[in-house]
C-alpha cells in the first residue's frame, strides 16, 4: 500500500486526485493539504509520495520544501522552466535521502503521452505530417504546449532521418494553414464542448496514418498519476515525463 | 436517353464525364470534343446537353457559343466572376431557344454540397462553429473555395438568428488559430495521400456536430454531373449551385 | 420569463435540469420536486412549464397528474410505449384548459436530432449507407435507440427514392457486419471514456459523407431541454421529438 | 541501382510497382514478366530483387521458382498458410546463394503496419479496445485479415500485461456488437467510396486514443514495397511482416 499526501486537495485537480487514491487498491490518502497548510506535516512516516497539483506561481517552493521532507514527489502542476528545474535538481542533490526522487509530467493523459510517441515513431516514414489540436474556448494560450511538443518531436524525428521539408505548393493564404513549429503546420480549434483533444496526421501518396488523442475530462488524468505514484519511487533524481514510466 | 456531348474531353475531368456518361442508363454520349475542334458541330438535333469541363480562360467564349447552338449546358470549369454571369444571363437573354439553360456548379461533389447546406442549417443551434478544410500538398490557394463558402454560410445563418460572436479567450496564439472568414475561424491542412476534404464542426456545452465531406478522387464528382445533366433543363435560365436539384 | 417546475429534480438529470433553468436568461425555477412530493402543488399559478425527467416506472402517472394540474409538460423519461402515449393523448383530450401541451423527445441532444435529420436528407443521394454508435460500456441495449431510429430514417429515405440495397458483397463473416435494421448495418461499440456517440456514413463512388454527434455528457441534453421548455406551449397536443421545434 | 523485375507486371497491382520502380531514384526496372512468360529468363545478372504480385493460385511456384534462380524475392500475393511457408523455408535452405531471402508481407501500407504496432504497444495502457475496419462493398471477407491480425495484437498484449476482459454490460443485442475476435470486438463496414481503412479505438475513464490507417488507392503499398525492395536483400531467409524492416 503506497502512502500518498496531495498538496492542492481543494484544488479541481487535487480533488479527483484525493478520489482516485481512495479509490485504487493499491494506494491509501494520507495527508490532503491545500493553500495556507504547512507542509512540513508530510514527513516520510506517513508519506510515501506526494502528489503536488497547484498553481506555477507556488509549486517551485512547494516541491522544494517537499524534498527537504524526504518525501517522493509527482508534480502535475504546469509552468516549468528550465531555471525552475535546475533548482530542482540542487535540492535533490542534497536531499535528506540518497534515492529521493521528483517526477514532473507536462501531460498525465496517458492516450496524449502515447500520441506524442507514436508521432516521433511514424514521423520518419512521411511525406507529410501536421497537427490540429481542439480545445475548449476557455483556453487562453493557442496551440497548445503539447502541440508545440508534438510538433517538435516530428520535426526532430523527420530531421534525423534526412526527410525534406513537408510538401507544400500554397502560394495565397491569408492565415488558414496556421502556426509554422520547427516546420510542422499546426492548428488549434476552440469549441464550446471540447475539452482537450489532439490530432496527429501525416500523409505518404495514397495513405494517411491519423493519431488522435481525446481527454474528455480531468478524469483522464488520473491513470497517469497513479502510474506515476507507483513508479515515481524507483526513479531516483528528477524525471520528466510520462513516457519514462511506459514500456515504450 | 439524354444526348450528351461533352466540350473537354480529352482533359482528366471531361474524360471521366465521357466514362460517366456512357456507362448511366439514362444517358448516351453525342460528341466528345476538345480543344480546336469545332464547336458549332454541337447542334439541338445531335444534342440535349453539353458538359463542359475546360479551363476558366476559354470557357466563357465556349458556353456563349454553345447558347448559340441553341443546347443546354452544364459547366464544370471554374473561375466566373459576376461579370462573366453577367454575360452568360445576356446571351441566354436572346438564345435561339426561349427555355433554354445553363448550369455552373463550383462543385459537383454531392458530398461537399450537402456538407455546406446542412451547416447552413444547423448553425443557428450552437454556440461555437469551425471550419477545416484538408487537401493534397499541390493545392496553391489556401483555404479553399468551399471552405470560404461554408464560412460564410454558417456566419449568415448565425446572424440572422441572432447569435453572438464565436466565444475564444485565445490571448496569445502564433497563427494556429487559422483564417477568420466573417467571424469564423477556417483552417487549411496539406497532406500528400489526400484529395479534397471539408469538416465542419459545431459544438455546444457538452455536445458536437461534425459534418465531412470526403472526396476521395475526381469520380465523386460524376453523380453531380449526371444530377445536372438531368435537371438543367428543366430550369430554364441560368442556375448555379448544384442545391438546386436536391430536393432539399 | 418561464415558469419551471421540475419532477425528479433529485436525479442526475433533473438536477441539470434545474441549473439549467436557473442559468438561462428567460426561465425561472418554480418547484423542484421529486419521489415522494406532492404533484398536485404544481398549478397553473406558480408554473408554466413541468419538466419530468424520472423512470420509466413512474413518468406515465406522473404526466397524467400534471396534466390534469391543467400545465404544459416536457417529458425527457424514455420507455414510452405506443399504448402510454395513447393514454397521454386520451388525458389531453380532456385536460383542464383547451390547448394544454406534452413534449415528449427521445433524445434531447441538438447534435442528435440534427444527425438523425441530415441522415433523412442525404439518404436517397448516396449508394451506401451504414450507422456506428458509440457508448460507455455500461449500457445494457446494442444498439441505441437512436441509432435504430436513424437506421428507419435512411431505409426509408431510400425507399421513397427508389433506390436499391446497399451493395454487399460480403459472403463469409463471423458477425462482424453489425445488425442489420431495415437493410441497413448498424454497429455499436463500447468504450470507457465515451459517453454517447453516433456516426451516420454516406458513400457514393469517390465520395463519403460523415455526420457524427458527440454527446459528451448530460450538459448535451440542456439547450434541447430548454428549446423545448419555450416552444411546448405553443404546440398544444402531444408532440413527439426536437425536430418539432427546430426550423428545419 | 537495385535492378528489379516483376513478377505480374500486367496486374492491377504489379502495374503499379513497375511505375513505382521506374519512379525512384535508387532501382530500376529490369524484367516486367507476366502470366505465361518465362521465369528462368530472371536471373542474378539482370535481376537483384523480384517482386511478385500474383494470385494465391500460383504464387507459391512462382516462388519457388525464383528461389531457384538465385534471386531475393518480394512478395505481394496472399493466401499464404503455414504449410506453403515451410516450403519457402525448405527451398531456401537449399538455395543457389547461402544469403538468399524472400519477404512476405500480409499488407504493404506503412501506415496500417504502424496501426497494428502501435496498438500493440497501448493495448496494455487501457481498459477498453474495439477495432473497426471498413472497406469497399466489393470485398467478400469480413472481418479484413488485417483487422483480425489487429484483434489478436492487441488481446496478446492485454493477456500478457494481465488486464481483465473489456468491460460491457450489454444484455440485450441483435448483433450490433460485431465479431468477438479472441475477446476484442471486431466490426466492418462496407460502403462504396471507401477502399481500405482501420480504426482502433482504445478507451480509459476520461480518454480516448484513436489510431486509424487510411489506404485510398494501390499507391498506398508502394512506399511499403520499394522499403522491402531496398532491405529485403539484407534478411537473408524468410521475413514475414513489413515490421521487420521499420526501426521500430
Redesign the interface.
Known amino acids: 500500500m503506497i502512502k500518498v499526501s496531495v498538496v492542492g486537495a481543494k484544488g479541481r485537480m487535487g480533488g479527483n486526485v484525493v478520489g482516485a487514491v481512495n479509490d485504487a487498491a493499491d494506494t491509501e490518502l494520507a495527508l490532503a493539504l491545500d493553500a495556507g497548510d504547512d507542509l512540513t506535516r508530510i514527513t516520510p512516516e506517513n508519506t510515501d509520495v506526494v502528489v503536488e497539483f497547484t498553481v506555477p506561481s507556488v509549486s517551485l517552493d512547494n516541491v522544494l520544501t517537499l524534498i527537504g521532507q524526504g518525501v517522493d514527489v509527482v508534480v502535475g502542476t504546469t509552468g516549468w522552466t528550465d531555471e525552475k528545474l535546475d533548482q530542482v535538481r540542487t535540492a535533490l542533490a542534497s536531499a535528506p535521502r540518497e534515492d529521493q526522487a521528483v517526477f514532473i509530467a507536462p501531460n498525465f493523459?496517458?492516450?496524449?503521452v502515447?500520441?506524442d510517441y507514436?508521432a516521433g515513431?511514424?514521423a520518419?516514414?512521411?511525406?507529410?505530417?501536421?497537427v490540429?489540436?481542439?480545445h475548449h474556448?476557455?483556453?487562453?494560450?493557442?496551440?497548445s504546449g503539447t502541440?508545440i511538443h508534438t510538433a517538435h518531436t516530428i520535426a526532430e524525428a523527420r530531421k534525423a532521418a534526412g526527410l525534406a521539408p513537408?510538401?507544400?505548393?500554397?502560394?495565397?493564404?491569408?492565415?488558414?494553414?496556421?502556426?509554422?513549429v520547427d516546420g510542422i503546420?499546426?492548428?488549434?480549434?476552440?469549441?464550446?464542448?471540447?475539452?482537450a483533444h489532439e490530432e496527429v496526421?501525416?500523409?505518404?501518396?495514397?495513405?494517411?496514418?491519423?493519431?488522435?488523442?481525446?481527454?474528455?475530462?480531468?478524469?483522464?488524468?488520473?491513470?497517469g498519476v497513479l502510474l506515476a505514484v507507483r513508479n515515481v519511487s524507483s526513479h531516483p533524481g528528477l524525471t520528466i515525463g510520462l513516457d519514462n514510466f511506459?514500456?515504450?
Do not use: W
Open positions: 493523459a496517458i492516450s496524449a502515447l500520441t507514436f515513431i511514424a520518419k516514414y512521411f511525406e507529410s505530417a501536421e490540429v489540436e481542439m474556448p476557455n483556453k487562453v494560450d493557442a496551440p502541440a513537408v510538401p507544400d505548393a500554397t502560394e495565397t493564404d491569408g492565415g488558414s494553414r496556421g502556426q509554422v503546420h499546426v492548428h488549434a480549434v476552440r469549441l464550446r464542448g471540447l475539452n496526421l501525416l500523409g505518404n501518396p495514397g495513405e494517411q496514418l491519423v493519431i488522435r488523442s481525446d481527454c474528455f475530462d480531468r478524469g483522464s488524468f488520473m491513470p511506459l514500456s515504450l
